[in-house]
């Protein structure tokens, strides 16, 4: 991320980035020592991981890559009518992988979670220590090197209604 970022739609307090290096900006949070690219779907669960045990009121929770620019007037703008309670993500939907019946949205064009799916995908992973770090899919079983594909598939699993909306581009 750039300082301008950090200095500008960034410049708030329940904006974290999840890292593997430390940090002494209290907004990045280390969650693993890996730094490869393989690491990144651990990364995205850990840092589920982390944003649900420490704020499990959020009604929304936002996922972007590091070099996804946020509007985060027209998010916040998108998400006045949304309900939070709803099993719904938002986002670009991608139907790009392997198997074709798997549709998941784009990491890199952003992914907002309601808190009620945000709690079920959580639920999911604690009850298998594997999921959290990402060592282990049941079906099929391979590790998800996309950390975008791997949240789909286990979105699918609990059955959260993907929507698909423009204001999210990759």
């Known amino acids: ?58 009604d929304f929770y936002v996922f972007i890559d ?14 006045k009518n949304k309900n939070p309670k709803e099993l719904k993500a938002y986002g670009s939907i991608l139907n790009t992988w392997v198997d074709k019946s798997l549709y998941y949205l784009s990491g890199g064009a952003g992914i907002v979670l309601t808190n009620n799916t945000m709690e079920k995908l959580y639920n999911v992973m604690e009850k298998n220590e594997d999921l959290f770090n990402c060592t ?6 391979v590790i998800y090197d996309y950390s975008d594909v ?21």
């Open 1 to 58: 991320l750039t300082e301008f970022s950090l200095e500008s739609w960034i410049n708030f307090d329940d904006f974290f980035i999840f890292t593997d290096m430390e940090n002494n900006d209290k907004r990045f949070i280390k969650i693993t020592d890996r730094d490869d690219y393989h690491s990144n779907a651990i990364k995205c669960i850990l840092g589920f991981r982390y944003m649900f045990e420490k704020h499990e009121n959020f």
């Open 150 to 170: 791997t949240l789909g598939f286990h979105m699918k699993n609990i059955e959260v209604e993907l929507i698909n909306s423009d204001l999210f581009h990759s």
């Open 136 to 141: 282990k899919i049941e079906h099929p079983p």
């Open 66 to 79: 590091n070099d996804t620019y946020l509007n985060v007037k027209n998010l916040e703008k998108f998400l």
